[in-house]
T-cell receptor, first 115, second 114 residues
């Protein structure tokens, strides 16, 4: 069990640029989640996948955000035309699917800073 | 709608003292409840979880939590705090019909005095 891996750990970019983050879940986990955490707050749900299917998207996920999980393995989260308000920690988690009571295992996150 | 409230934003305890972090949730059915801990710049580590059965659950690092349905609470406790317990603690709730997504409280920052 190598844990959930997220890259990069830190991304600094100028407003208006596009950014992409990657998440590699624990290998046998078929559910993958994305959360956003701003300073002083708990994580907020963005979206989740069961295998390659994106099953739910939060209203927080504007049309500038897109997530994919090709082949049901790693996932990418892309933000287009970044804005100051996108500055946050983006956390990925994975779990075994089937039931909703399986605990989620989190990566160390990608911290996005918008200049 | 589901919600989680952690009333204490910041708590300071002395090393060796006991600890209780409060968590109240709002949900119509029996929720799945979790406590996570986060060190600065790190992801979240699961401390313990409650799904059903015994309402007192044991977790890692000597933590325990008690589910009280009548009070809609799931408070985290530890009998003797160590300096390494200083971190941010998050309570979270999930549900069977929510696809596994978690709703988190805003967190309680724990400081430990020597």
């Amino acid at each position: 069990d190598t844990g959930v891996s997220q890259n990069p750990r830190h991304k600094i970019t100028k407003r208006g640029q596009n950014v992409t983050f990657r998440c590699d879940p624990i290998s046998e986990h078929n559910r993958l989640y994305w959360y956003r955490q701003t300073l002083g707050q708990g994580p907020e749900f963005l979206t989740y996948f069961q295998n390659e299917a994106q099953l739910e998207k939060s209203r927080l996920l504007s049309d500038r955000f897109s997530a994919e999980r090709p082949k049901g393995s790693f996932s990418t989260l892309e933000i287009q035309r970044t804005e100051q308000g996108d500055s946050a920690m983006y956390l990925c988690a994975s779990s075994l699917g089937g039931t909703s009571n399986q605990p989620q295992h989190f990566g160390d996150g990608t911290r996005l800073s918008i200049l | 709608a589901q919600s989680v409230t952690q009333p204490d934003i910041h708590i300071t305890v002395s090393e060796g003292a006991s600890l209780e972090l409060r968590c109240n949730y709002s949900y119509g059915a029996t929720p799945y409840l979790f406590w996570y801990v986060q060190s600065p710049g790190q992801g979240l580590q699961l401390l313990l979880k409650y799904f059903s059965g015994d309402t007192l659950v044991q977790g890692i690092k000597g933590f325990e939590a008690e589910f009280k349905r009548s009070q809609s609470s799931f408070n985290l406790r530890k009998p003797s705090v160590h300096w390494s317990d200083a971190a941010e603690y998050f309570c979270a709730v999930g549900a069977q019909n929510q696809g596994g997504k978690l709703i988190f409280g805003q967190g309680t920052e724990l400081s430990v005095k020597p």
